[in-house]
């Protein structure tokens, strides 16, 4: 798992940096909201990687088990994802935008850091 991590580890700088930069640029309460942002796509990162973990050992289960795992494991990860999003948009009241943006950055960076690093199995 040391090349899933140092994606994730890619991602949080970059995440880090964008919202520095955001906070330089253009001003705290839009850094907050990007870094906010970034900060769930870590932490669906992370659980993606706690779920893979789980689904190695679950190996020699059927094809139904299996496909039924596999969707399960979606929708925690969407239902998440959307449950964070709509605390950072409605609890804490941060701008949507610079949140998406964050969201989206942090996504980004995941998806190019792996295709460049490697799918570990």
Do not use: H
């Not at 669906?44 to 020699?60: D, E, H, K, S, Y």
């Not at 942090?106 to 850091?113: N, R, Y």
């Amino acid at each position: 798992m040391g090349a899933t991590y140092r994606v994730i580890g890619v991602q949080v700088i970059t995440v880090i940096l964008a919202s520095s930069a955001a906070y330089f640029w253009l001003g705290s309460s839009i850094a907050m909201a990007a870094l906010f942002g970034g900060a769930v796509a870590v932490a669906n990162a992370l659980f993606l990687v706690w779920c893979m973990r789980i689904g190695v050992r679950r190996l020699g289960q059927d094809a139904r088990q299996e496909l039924a795992w596999l969707v399960r494991f979606s929708f925690e990860r969407f239902l998440m994802v959307a449950l964070f999003i709509v605390a950072g948009l409605g609890w804490l009241k941060l701008m949507p935008v610079p949140l998406l943006i964050g969201f989206v950055l942090g996504q980004l960076t995941l998806v190019v850091s792996t295709i460049f690093s490697g799918i570990e199995k």
